[in-house]
């Protein structure tokens, strides 16, 4: 086989062409590596193409009323070429200064419908939350790729003060 394509299995096959993403550099190839930024998630077979964590979730806001916050968002403008798209949402309670020393995780104290991991749709409602508080959410878009080569979290945030009495 020629650079660019591989043939998995020897024998009298065809060549196969390198899966997006993906090159090989060698005469005799047997798998085609990932290109610089892109991956295989650890189920993926070596046929498919390989991919990148998604982007950060876009237009994000918040709606508030007496019982409830509803956190909405647009998915990512790049999947990263996946369709095992999910997104997580994290939380800090802040204190009035709103300084990040002053800051503590809150998901515990918190409930979160349906959750508040591996979310499928783009919104959340999240209840039980303290009056007069400021709290800063994290939405992460994830991927199977996601982690992979060291990458930035693509996170979008969005703080919100309670002031309901």
Request: charged letters at 15%; aromatic letters at 6%.
């Amino acid at each position: 086989c020629r650079p660019g394509s591989y043939k998995a299995l020897s024998g009298n096959i065809k060549c196969s062409e390198c899966p997006l993403h993906s090159s090989s550099h060698d005469q005799a190839a047997t798998i085609c590596h990932c290109d610089k930024g892109f991956y295989r998630a650890a189920k993926d077979p070596s046929t498919v193409a390989c991919t990148r964590a998604p982007s950060a979730p876009r237009n994000l806001i918040s709606l508030i009323n007496e019982t409830a916050l509803f956190l909405t968002w647009s998915p990512p403008s790049d999947s990263g070429g996946r369709m095992d798209l999910t997104y997580n949402i994290m939380c800090q309670r802040c204190g009035a200064s709103g300084g990040e020393e002053d800051c503590e995780p809150c998901e515990s104290d918190l409930g979160f419908v349906p959750r508040p991991l591996g979310l499928t749709g783009t919104s959340v409602a999240i209840l039980d939350f303290a009056t007069h508080t400021n709290y800063t959410f994290h939405v992460e878009a994830v991927n199977g790729v996601s982690g992979l080569g060291g990458n930035t979290r693509p996170l979008v945030n969005i703080t919100v003060t309670t002031d309901q009495t």
